[in-house]
T-cell receptor, first 116, second 114 residues
Framework: GAGVSQSPRYKVAKRGQDVALRCDPI?????LFWYQQALGQGPEFLTY????????KSGLPSDRFFAERPEGSVSTLKIQRTQQEDSAVYLC??????????????FGPGTRLTVT | GDSVTQMEGPVTLSEEAFLTINCTYT??????LFWYVQYPGEGLQLLLK?????DKGSNKGFEATYRKETTSFHLEKGSVQVSDSAVYFC?????????????FGKGTKLSVKP
């Protein structure tokens, strides 16, 4: 795979349902990021992994949001008890390394979540 | 805190017109600056970047110069094409501030008409 892939591309959930969004980063990329992009806005940072370690989760909007990357590759963003304000595009990005050496981030196509 | 402000769109131009999209930033550290582009139905793609003052990033005919004195990173292109229609995002990265995430502006939608 040449790029970052995300699945599903589209997800419709009823309010109160749990959802899980998957990200497959570029092979060998150490860092993985999740962003939330509301309609008409720029992406906003949610959380960051370096390998399997979640180094920053300061952007997660509530404790209903949870992310993991157990083997340092694929990551899953889980949202429990979805609410309408969770409707957004969720973007995943990966970079070769953290810090100054590898901060160029490559983005996936995103998962558009609609909560009804 | 760190932030990016870019001109609001939408911007509508005719083919071969000159493009400027303004971007200014506020940062506590010494940021690297980026322009990302999002074509319809696609993910964000890095368009160009600059890592220090007076650096000029360029790609596909687009240019932006890192101006520390005016805290700006305006995007320019001399002659736009219909295929440039997309949403453009200015972004900054400050190492060590938040473990290295990007901070984006709200985006500027560009429509180029033939």
């Amino acid at each position: 795979g040449a790029g970052v892939s995300q699945s599903p591309r589209y997800k419709v959930a009823k309010r109160g349902q749990d959802v899980a969004l998957r990200c497959d980063p570029i092979s060998g990329h150490v860092s993985l990021f999740w962003y939330q992009q509301a309609l008409g806005q720029g992406p906003e940072f949610l959380t960051y992994f370096q390998n399997e370690a979640q180094l920053d989760k300061s952007g997660l909007p509530s404790d209903r949001f949870f992310a993991e990357r157990p083997e340092g590759s694929v990551s899953t963003l889980k949202i429990q008890r979805t609410q309408q304000e969770d409707s957004a595009v969720y973007l995943c990005a990966s970079s070769l390394a953290g810090g100054l050496a590898g901060y160029e981030q490559y983005f996936g196509p995103g998962t558009r979540l609609t909560v009804t | 805190g760190d932030s990016v402000t870019q001109m609001e769109g939408p911007v509508t131009l005719s083919e071969e017109a000159f493009l400027t999209i303004n971007c200014t930033y506020t940062a506590t550290g010494y940021p690297s600056l980026f322009w990302y582009v999002q074509y319809p139905g696609e993910g964000l793609q890095l368009l160009l970047k600059a890592t220090k003052a007076d650096d000029k990033g360029s790609n596909k005919g687009f240019e932006a110069t890192y101006r520390k004195e005016t805290t700006s990173f305006h995007l320019e292109k001399g002659s736009v094409q219909v295929s440039d229609s997309a949403v453009y995002f200015c972004a900054l990265f400050v190492y060590g501030g938040s473990q290295g995430n990007l901070i984006f502006g709200k985006g500027t939608k560009l429509s180029v008409k033939p």
